[in-house]
C-alpha cells in the first residue's frame, strides 16, 4: 500500500514528515509479531496508530481489544486481563473471559501502560512469554496467541528508574517504539486535520460543510493545542455545530481557544466542548470507575485504622475474660481439691501430675 492509501484506509491525515515516517514504521512493523510501545501526549493519535498497524496486520480479521490500564481500578484489572473463574471472589458470578482470550489470534492494545500495578505487571509480563496465563481462581492454563502493543504519555525508562515500571517489561514492551510528536511539533498537519474534521462533523449532521476564512485558519495553526489532535477536533466540531453564517471566522474559533495561562485552572473543570456520544459515555464510564476506585480506597483506610484502633485497645487493658495462667492452676487445683473431698493423691491423678508437685504448689498457691 502507498502511504496515500494507508492514510484513507485508516482515517490518518497529515502530510508532515513526522506523520510520514511513522507510517513508514507501521507499515513495516505491522505483518510481524513484534510487540510496539506508542509514545506521545494525550491526543496525539497514539490510539489511530495502534489501530492501523492491527489493521495491515495478519490478525486484522481478529479483534483488537484496547484496555486502558489507568482508567480500570487496581483490583479489577487483572480480573479485566485475564479473566476469571465462578465463584474466584466476592461478586465473580459467572465465569468470564479476560481481554486476553477475546484477543486471542488478534491483538491487545494497552493505554496507559505506565500506571499498571506492578503486580499485574508481573502477571502480564509472564502472559507474554509464555503465552499462556491462569483465570483468577482456575488451576488450568489457557493459550493465547496475541499481539501486544502499549501505550503511554510518560517516560518509561524514568518509571523503570524510580521503580514504577519493571525494567523486564519495559524491555519486553519496547521492542518497537514510536513516538508520535505533539500537534504544536507538526503545524504542517493542522490545515489538512481542520478540513477533515469539518467535513466529516459536517456529512455525519448532514449539514453543507461551512467555508473556513484565511485568518481564522492561521489562528488555528498558531494555537499551541496542548490537547493535541482531539482537542483540535473538538474545536472544530464545536465551531461548525454552532455555526450559523455559512462559513467560519476569527469570531467562530476566538471563544473556543484559550490563553495558556488561564488554561490550566480551566482543564480541569467540566469540558464544556462538545463530545462524541462514544466519547461522552468513556468519560462518564471512566469517571464513574475513578470513583468506585477512590470509594474503595476510602474503604482499605477504614478498615486499616479500625483495625489500628482495636490492636491499640487490646495492647493497653486486658478483656475481663482472660486470666493469667497461674490463676488459671490456682482455680483448677482448688476445684479438683473440692471434688475429691480434699484427697490429695486422687486430686493429683485427676490433674495429671505428682503428689509432690501437688504438694507443692497447694503450698505456693497458699490453699
Ligand atoms: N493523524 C490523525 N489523523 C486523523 N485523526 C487523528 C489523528 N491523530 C489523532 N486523531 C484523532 O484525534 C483523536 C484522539 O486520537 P487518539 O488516537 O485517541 O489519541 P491518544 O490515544 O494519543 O490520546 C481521535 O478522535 C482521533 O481520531
Ligand atoms: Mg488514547
New binding site residues.
Given amino acids: 500500500m502507498t502511504f496515500e492509501e494507508i492514510k484513507i484506509k485508516f482515517g490518518i491525515i497529515g502530510k508532515s514528515k513526522e506523520i510520514k515516517d511513522l507510517v513508514d514504521i507501521t507499515a513495516q512493523v505491522a505483518a510481524s509479531d513484534i510487540s510496539v510501545l506508542i509514545y506521545g501526549e ?2 496525539v493519535g ?2 489511530v496508530f495502534a489501530r492501523t498497524i492491527h489493521g495491515m496486520s495478519n490478525r486484522a480479521d481478529k479483534q483488537l481489544v ?1 484496555v ?1 490500564c489507568g482508567a480500570i481500578p487496581e483490583g479489577i484489572l487483572e480480573s479485566e486481563l485475564f479473566g476469571h473463574k465462578k465463584g474466584s471472589f466476592t461478586g465473580a458470578l459467572e465465569n468470564r473471559k479476560g481481554y486476553f482470550e477475546i484477543a486471542d489470534g488478534g491483538t491487545l492494545f494497552l ?2 501502560i505506565a500506571e499498571m500495578p506492578l503486580t499485574t505487571q508481573v502477571k502480564l509480563l509472564r502472559a507474554i512469554e509464555t503465552k499462556e496465563f491462569m483465570r483468577l481462581g482456575a488451576e488450568t492454563v489457557t493459550k493465547v496467541d496475541v499481539r501486544i502493543i502499549a ?1 503511554t504519555n510518560k517516560d518509561l525508562q524514568r518509571e523503570v528508574e524510580a521503580k514504577h515500571f519493571r525494567e523486564d517489561l519495559y524491555f519486553r514492551l519496547k521492542a518497537v517504539t514510536l513516538s508520535i510528536p505533539p500537534l504544536r511539533k507538526r503545524k504542517m498537519d493542522i490545515e489538512e486535520l481542520v478540513k477533515h474534521f469539518i467535513d466529516n462533523y459536517s456529512s455525519d449532521n448532514k449539514i453543507a460543510p461551512p467555508q473556513i476564512s484565511n485568518e481564522a485558519m492561521d489562528l488555528l495553526v498558531s494555537y499551541d493545542w496542548p490537547g493535541n489532535v ?1 482537542e483540535l477536533k473538538n474545536t472544530v466540531e464545536t465551531a461548525v455545530a454552532l455555526n450559523k453564517k455559512g462559513s467560519l471566522n476569527l469570531d467562530s474559533f476566538l471563544p473556543l481557544l484559550r490563553p495558556r495561562e488561564e488554561e490550566k485552572s480551566i482543564r480541569n473543570l467540566p469540558v464544556y466542548l462538545k463530545k462524541s456520544p462514544e466519547e461522552a459515555d468513556r468519560e462518564l464510564l471512566y469517571r464513574a470507575l475513578f470513583e468506585i476506585k477512590k470509594d474503595i480506597m476510602e474503604l482499605k483506610d477504614l478498615i486499616y485504622n479500625q483495625r489500628i484502633e482495636v490492636e491499640s485497645q487490646n495492647n493497653n487493658s486486658q478483656p475481663a475474660d482472660i486470666l493469667p495462667l497461674d490463676q488459671i492452676e490456682k482455680e483448677a487445683i482448688r476445684n479438683t481439691l473440692e471434688i475429691t473431698k480434699g484427697n490429695k493423691r486422687n486430686a493429683a491423678r485427676m490433674l495429671n501430675i505428682s503428689e509432690r508437685t501437688l504438694y507443692r504448689k497447694i503450698r505456693e498457691y497458699d490453699l
Fill in positions: 494525550s491526543g497514539k490510539e484496547s486502558n493505554d496507559e501505550a482531539r
